[in-house]
């Protein structure tokens, strides 16, 4: 206990700013991707699933990611968990989070 421990991570980039510019924007990066795997696991349990066969673990995690957003995006109060049980109970709640699918815009 109390041990301090230092790593160096070393970038190639093309990004022209400082390292404490760049460091910023590394670990906002991470945070993004470190929420959204918390929010898989713990509302999804993602890391529990042995699904293995083909391409099936990467279709459920597409499934899986799509459903975080809508869950996002759905009406109510309440953590990711707690929507997602309801719209398992409430049909009329899974419409809801189902109509924050929105039609793709052709340019």
Not at 74 to 81: C, E, F, I
Not at 89 to 107: H, K
Request: proline share 2%.
């Amino acid at each position: 206990m109390g041990k301090i421990t230092c790593t160096s991570h070393y970038y190639l980039t093309s990004y022209a700013g400082t390292a404490a510019e760049l460091g910023r924007w590394v670990r906002g990066h991470w945070g993004i991707e470190n929420g959204l795997h918390w929010v898989l696991d713990v509302v999804f349990r993602e890391d529990r699933s042995r699904i293995r066969e083909e391409s099936a673990g990467a279709n459920l995690a597409m499934v899986r990611r799509v459903a975080v957003s809508l869950l996002r995006r759905a009406p109510g109060k309440g953590s990711g968990l707690t929507k997602r049980l309801k719209a398992g109970w409430d049909d009329d709640y899974m419409l809801q989070v189902l109509q924050g699918i929105t039609a793709p815009v052709v340019r």
